[in-house]
């Protein structure tokens, strides 16, 4: 029987192109209905878990307003402080490109295999810049820990490495106009000028990056910030070098992002102190619009139209995690970036051999795993890339004989060359570990790898191993484990570890079914496989470690790059009269997640600040109801006091005088001075030992008795009431309250 042909379109045959069914492997209208109510439903789902951010919307947005007319908005020396903060973050951008730019180049001159090679005309000029960014960024960070390590914190120092980075991304310019910059080819722009979709799409990857500029340049007020992000590079600052921070065990990090921090503390402090912690906090948002441009990037190498490469960037863009990470001065953009980088390198070394992919991969897994240790989910998954790689061209070889490609032995050495290279690359900090305490895991693992430092032992380890475990709830029960998707979607919540400690939203929930219907029914590109076994290998690695969303970050870019390509590859397949309205559908879904970052940011309300019109310590005052407390600590108290801190957050960053204060566990030396003390001269004898002079407490967990840390209930009760008086008579007995209240008191201790 002879085939029919579908009707082409013109007059005669209009009505039968109109009805002509959809082909099997594309996309038809049934679906396109099924994703508009599913983005109903979620969104409905979504927004009645939102009571404590969303629902607040009509509270908040008038105070916003008001406080915007009513009070003064603008102070000359508040907003030229902001500026200058954000000059200083955009020079150092610009002395990353610089040393990138170099690099790269040196990658570029390992000669491609005949695949890369033909990839290189559609190489995408966003990918290649957001590179030189990453990679950039990535050396000065060793740079500076090794001046660091050489103790050469210096203004001078800061102003001299600046320079020399002007004066490279100048060279670097110079050279990239006379070899007319990166041909874009299919890769940045479109042949045809921007739809209404594609404007939608990039202002909704503008209006988040907009907002987190803005709370980024704002005083600190992040809980991780205050604790080590901030608050250790500042102390390094102030000790010209790389140090130990007593009893600030996440001195112990990696801190390769913080490092391009320090440099923006250096640079801001010529110009004051406002103007430092400014910039420093801009140095770190940089590296949101830096992911989202990779993201667009590596969706036009992949051949996306630029409507979805915009759409899948908005998806990550509106993700309020990463809005509340690129805003508050913490790092895991940073390492997403890293991330994405090194799966897309992975990706392009797995299907064309390049040197200079795995070149590139090696920089991206060296600079991420000195970001987080999380990296090391990479370093597992890179020995399955090689081995099936290796198995691939050993089946090859098999099948047609000896070709051009590398065979099995050659692939399996040049991916143990990369994962040493890379090893080497982020092993700084874990060395400095490892010399310090005895231990590169440190703080980690102590019962499995004897370590020690001041204010860390095995059994503190042991109990942070177990709190970070309670994130996403305990226990886990199979139900958890299977619903993890939605939950994180629909039940996440920032501030409660049993859901997640973050927001994500719902726009990946829509949209990875059309990604496993891609997988399953058409032949995606095998980067894109990649990318998307990547991203699923860093969600099971998450979900059995700790479960606080902000650590899942990483393995989200690569699934949006998957998705965009998935969307390509539909449209390929006969999806292009759908397209369009899937796209809407989807860039439909980041509307949620703009809500909730709204929400935040005019809770936060730092316009005022940044702007100048309010003072800094209002606007502290504001955000952290401990600061009134710090203020006197700061001017009342002599400059040798030494101040306990207890259930205090650890907040340090604002703290100008000594102070010793546990981590993570914050009433831990507490609790062990209470159980093994007969009487309360024995408490403040060891007190004073340790010339504790002040000590300020959040008391009102302290003192009540079903939630108090001093609480055992393992213990009679006639124990823990004597556990509870000796607390009392040490705080208030002989004791001078400088200021106290429902929640918090600082007092002055006998003889002090």
Not at 7 to 30: I, K
Not at 45 to 55: M, T
Not at 147 to 154: K, V
């Amino acid at each position: 029987m002879r085939a029919l042909k579908r009707p082409t379109p013109g007059p005669s045959a209009s009505a039968a192109f109109r009805v002509a069914p959809t082909p099997p492997d594309g996309l038809g209208l049934p679906a396109t209905r099924v994703a508009v109510a599913g983005l109903f439903l979620l969104t409905a789902l979504f927004l009645w878990q939102r009571g404590s951010d969303v629902g607040r919307l009509p509270e908040v947005f008038p105070s916003f307003l008001a406080s915007l007319v009513q009070t003064r908005l603008f102070g000359l020396r508040g907003a030229a402080e902001s500026a200058l903060g954000a000059l200083v973050a955009v020079a150092v951008v610009l002395a990353w490109c610089g040393l990138g730019d170099i690099v790269v180049r040196l990658t570029e001159r390992f000669p491609p295999e005949s695949s890369a090679a033909k990839r290189e005309a559609r190489r995408s000029s966003a990918l290649v810049w957001s590179r030189k960014v990453a990679f950039g960024a990535g050396l000065w960070s060793l740079l500076w820990f090794g001046l660091g390590i050489a103790g050469f914190y210096s203004k001078a120092v800061a102003v001299a490495a600046l320079a020399g980075g002007l004066a490279l991304a100048a060279a670097a310019g110079v050279r990239n106009r006379r070899a007319g910059g990166v041909r874009p080819g299919g890769g940045d722009h479109g042949e045809r000028r921007r739809g209404g979709l594609e404007r939608v799409a990039l202002g909704c990857v503008a209006f988040p990056v907009l907002l987190a500029l803005v709370a980024a340049l704002a005083p600190p007020t992040g809980k991780d910030a205050l604790i080590y992000h901030l608050a250790v590079p500042k102390a390094f600052v102030a000790a010209g070098g790389i140090v130990e921070v007593p009893y600030n065990i996440a001195g112990f990090f990696p801190l390769g992002a913080e490092m391009n921090g320090v440099w923006a503390l250096l640079l801001g402090s010529l110009a004051g102190a406002r103007v430092a912690e400014a910039a420093f906090g801009a140095v770190l948002f940089a590296f949101f619009p830096l992911l989202l441009a990779l993201v667009y990037g590596w969706a036009r190498e992949q051949g996306v139209g630029e409507g979805w490469a915009l759409t899948v960037s908005a998806l990550v863009a509106a993700i309020p995690a990463a809005y509340s990470v690129a805003s508050s001065g913490y790092v895991d953009v940073a390492l997403s970036v890293y991330v994405a980088l090194a799966v897309h390198a992975l990706g392009r070394w797995s299907t064309t051999a390049s040197r200079a992919s795995l070149v590139a991969f090696v920089l991206a897994l060296g600079f991420a795993l000195s970001v987080k240790p999380l990296a090391a989910f990479l370093v597992i998954f890179l020995p399955v890339v090689v081995l099936l790689r290796a198995w691939q061209a050993e089946r090859r070889k098999s099948e047609a004989g000896a070709g051009p490609a590398p065979g099995p032995g050659g692939i399996v050495r040049d991916g143990l060359v990369a994962l040493l290279g890379a090893a080497i690359l982020g092993s700084p900090w874990y060395m400095r570990n490892w010399v310090l305490t005895g231990s590169p895991l440190f703080p980690f693992y102590l019962d499995v790898w004897k370590a020690s430092a001041q204010g860390w032992d095995t059994e503190r380890s042991v109990l942070f191993q177990v709190f970070l475990s309670l994130y996403g709830g305990d226990p886990k029960s199979v139900v958890h484990y299977v619903a993890a998707p939605v939950r994180l979607s629909l039940m996440a919540q920032p501030e409660q570890p049993a859901y997640y400690d973050g927001v994500l939203g719902i726009s990946f929930l829509l949209g990875l079914p059309l990604l496993l219907w891609a997988l399953w029914r058409l032949p995606l590109d095998a980067e894109l496989r990649l990318a998307a076994a990547a991203s699923g290998w860093l969600f099971v690695g998450w979900f059995f470690s700790s479960q606080q969303l902000r650590f899942l970050l990483p393995a989200l870019p690569p699934l949006a790059v998957a998705i965009a390509g998935a969307a390509a590859a539909g449209t390929r397949s006969g999806l292009s009269g759908r397209t369009r309205s899937l796209q809407w559908t989807l860039l439909a879904t980041t509307v949620a997640g703009h809500l909730v970052i709204v929400a935040w940011f005019l809770e936060q309300n730092p316009v005022r600040v940044v702007l100048g019109g309010e003072p800094r310590a209002a606007y502290l005052e504001r955000r952290l109801d401990h600061y009134p407390y710090y203020r006197i600590v700061n001017t009342q108290l002599p400059p040798d006091a030494r101040l306990w801190l207890i259930n205090m957050r650890r907040d340090t960053y604002h703290l100008e005088r000594p102070h010793l204060s546990d981590y993570a566990f914050e009433d831990y030396t507490l609790r062990k001075y209470v159980d093994t003390a007969r009487d309360v001269g024995e408490v403040r004898d060891r007190v004073r030992a340790a010339g504790i002079t002040h000590v300020l407490v959040r008391h009102d967990v302290l003192f009540d008795y079903g939630r108090s840390p001093i609480v055992d209930e393992r213990r009679p009760r006639e124990e823990n009431d004597r556990r509870m008086a000796l607390l009392r008579s040490f705080l208030l007995e002989g004791t001078r309250v400088l200021r106290g209240d429902r929640k918090f008191l600082l007092v002055e201790l006998p003889g002090a």
